[in-house]
């Protein structure tokens, strides 16, 4: 994988940094999304534990405010049977209205489709409509409500289908 650091207005998007950027990326999960989810609590010291290894199971790219600044948004996300599956995507809500989660999205699309991937899938928590706001504005469509999850799954073609 590539290690280089792309310039968006004021972020940097790079590749994740374990040693550097685990601990923040821990941190926001623990207090932006652990709190919408269903399925996870934020004393679950198992999947806390279990994080750095998901990291490493997929693609995790950061954006900072400087080449060398901590991380104030991510996104991991990894590919399977052609399709983009967007694991996380999480702003610190201090730095949310700043676009970072859009260049997040659109460097994870873009990882997708060269790739070939014809379409990327995520979940969406019930409660997070802001999230779930987000996400049509960039094209995702609800495709239906998963009731064990209580989460919506979206979908967004990467590719138009062949003639």
């Not at 950027?21 to 999304?33: H, M």
């Not at 999947?47 to 900072?64: D, H, Q, S, W």
């Not at 409660?127 to 979206?154: D, M, S």
Request: aromatic share 10%; charged share 25%; net charge positive.
């Amino acid at each position: 994988m590539q290690r280089r650091s792309v310039e968006w207005k004021d972020a940097m998007i790079r590749a994740r940094k374990a040693r550097t950027d685990d601990a923040e990326l821990v941190r926001l999960i623990r207090t932006e999304l652990i709190p919408m989810s269903h399925t996870a609590r934020p004393l679950d010291a198992r999947m806390i534990r279990e994080l750095p290894k998901r990291f490493r199971k997929g693609n995790t790219y950061v954006a900072t405010r400087s080449k060398f600044g901590p991380p104030v948004a991510f996104v991991h996300f990894y590919v399977h049977q052609n399709q983009l599956i967007v694991d996380m995507l999480v702003t610190h809500p201090e730095h949310r209205g700043r676009h970072y989660g859009t260049a997040l999205m659109a460097h994870a699309e873009a990882f997708g489709k060269a790739r070939h991937c014809h379409v990327a899938r995520l979940f969406v928590d019930r409660i997070n409509g802001r999230a779930h706001h987000f996400y049509n504005k960039l094209g995702y469509h609800t495709v239906r409500y998963v009731p064990e999850l209580q989460c919506y799954e979206l979908l967004k073609p990467l590719a138009s289908p062949s003639l």
